[in-house]
């Protein structure tokens, strides 16, 4: 599903010297993998999942998403690869606040221009998987915190993706929801086949990915399974 070889991303800093985001990062991840980044502050998590989420370019290496490989694409077309194959949990739901959850839901078949018909039935599906039918005319001023999230995830659900990924999308949830959108989240990837890489800085969610990325100074130390 996913192929890095050889990545590497180098950052100028403002006096001038290089900094190494990425070094050599060699990398694959198959469909319906969940796997987990963790490392270090300042390690590359964020810069590794912003190639792998094709809103960054590394500076040498390849990418590929489904045998694409994305340094051949024009922005184009990347954003096209992006809105079809991969969605993100941000860990501010990014959920528009003058939209109700259904609305919110649909936003990325808008995008891709799904008529409305079909757009309202699918958002609505995905709004029953996460149990929020009776939510869905709500804005999210209206709902919790965990509710917010899950909105977020029904609207990734109702986008179809290959890909999930998030950079520490549970990081603001206190501790029971935090469990409760991450066994959904759990759920949905023995459910669908979905391949989901997650950053994180806690051992705990760590655990419950199927494969843990450990990332050091922008290397790969560690890659094992749980
Ligand atoms: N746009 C940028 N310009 C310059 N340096 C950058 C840029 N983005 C990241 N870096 C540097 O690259 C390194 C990796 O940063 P990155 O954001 O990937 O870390 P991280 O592992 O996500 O950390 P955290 O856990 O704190 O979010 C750091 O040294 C950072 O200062
Ligand atoms: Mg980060």
Do not use: W
Request: charged share 25%; with cysteine.
């Amino acid at each position: 599903m996913i192929a890095l070889s050889g990545i590497n991303k180098i950052f100028k800093r403002p006096d001038g010297r290089q900094v190494f985001g990425l070094k050599d990062i060699n990398l694959e991840i198959g469909q319906g993998e969940f796997a987990a980044i963790v490392g270090p502050s300042g390690s590359g998590k964020s810069t590794l999942m912003n190639i792998l989420g094709c809103l960054d370019k590394p500076t040498s290496g390849q990418y590929k998403i489904k045998g694409q490989l994305i340094g051949d694409k024009s922005d184009k077309e990347i954003s096209a690869i992006r809105n079809k194959e991969i969605s993100f949990i941000f860990q501010s739901y990014n959920l528009l606040t003058k939209l109700n959850a259904i609305e919110n839901v649909e936003l990325p078949l808008v995008y891709r221009k799904i008529p409305l018909n079909t757009r309202r039935t699918e958002a609505y599906r995905a709004l029953c998987q996460v149990g929020l039918q009776d939510r869905m005319l709500y804005k999210p001023s209206h709902l919790s915190g965990g509710q917010q999230q899950r909105v977020a995830i029904a609207r990734t659900l109702a986008s179809k993706p290959s890909v999930i990924l998030g950079d520490e999308p549970t990081g603001a949830l206190d501790p029971a929801t935090r469990n409760e959108i991450l066994n959904i989240i759990k759920d949905l990837v023995a459910l669908k086949g979905i391949t989901v890489v997650l950053v994180t800085h806690d051992m705990d969610i760590a655990n419950m990915a199927k494969r843990v990325i450990k990332i050091s100074e922008g290397l790969i130390i560690e890659d094992y399974k749980n």
